[in-house]
């Protein structure tokens, strides 16, 4: 069993949409939950950054952790098409390095 | 802004070529880090390295070294370039402990 799973997609939707996005893990270790966004030909730059269960909103991006069922969603409201990006969960030990998720790729059409 | 270069955009090499990619941070970090990010696999650690003159494998270091002579500066060498490193190329930096890395824009090597 992989460590971390994430859909790669790709995930299309038209602009205004909810987006759900999601991650689930095995270790129950880990303390630490983050979501990069990645453009296209860039690197990956941190979007949010949790590290309790519950949610945490930051504009239109909510977080949510589930740490029970080993759980991560990022929510996109309103989405647009400059949401147009890959997604990529991540989990931090304490030595500082990072378990990431596969990614998935969205789509924002206008 | 912490800010993380990396020596090349682009970079087109040929089979048996010795590469180097260096990258530099400007925010005294003492973890530094290289990864390879291919369509299908995404992000894999190759190296890190949590001070000066310290280095840790990550889960694919074959064909690979690194080095960090400055704390600022860790450079990912290919000793000897094969078609299978044809890859996007991404260094990061962080402070100790679970915290956020900063990326650069990464190096698109291609090995013909």
């Known amino acids: 069993q992989k460590e971390v799973e994430q859909d790669p997609g790709p995930l299309s939707v038209p602009e205004g949409a909810i987006v759900s996005l999601n991650c689930t893990y095995s270790n129950s270790a880990f303390q630490y939950f983050m979501w990069y966004r990645q453009y296209s030909r860039k690197g990956p730059e941190l979007l949010m950054y949790t590290y309790s269960s519950g949610n945490k909103e930051d504009g239109r991006f909510t977080a949510q952790v589930d740490k029970s069922s080993k759980y991560i969603s990022l929510f996109i409201r309103d989405s647009q098409p400059s949401d147009s990006a890959t997604y990529l969960c991540a989990f931090p030990n304490q030595g500082g390095k990072l378990i990431f998720g596969q990614g998935t790729e969205l789509s924002v059409k206008p | 802004d912490v800010k993380v270069t990396q020596s090349s955009r682009y970079l087109v090499k040929r089979t048996g070529e010795k590469v180097f990619l260096e990258c530099v941070q400007d925010?005294?970090?003492?973890?530094m880090f290289w990864y390879r990010q291919d369509p299908g696999l995404g992000l894999r650690l190759i190296y890190f390295s949590y001070d000066v003159k310290m280095k840790e494998k990550g889960d694919i270091p074959e064909g690979y070294s690194v080095s960090r002579e400055k704390k600022e500066r860790f450079s990912l060498i290919l000793e000897s370039a094969s078609t299978n490193q044809t890859s996007m190329y991404l260094c990061a930096s962080s402070f100790r402990g679970p915290n956020e890395q900063f990326f650069g824009p990464g190096t698109r090597l291609t090995v013909l």
């Open positions: 925010m005294d970090h003492e973890n």
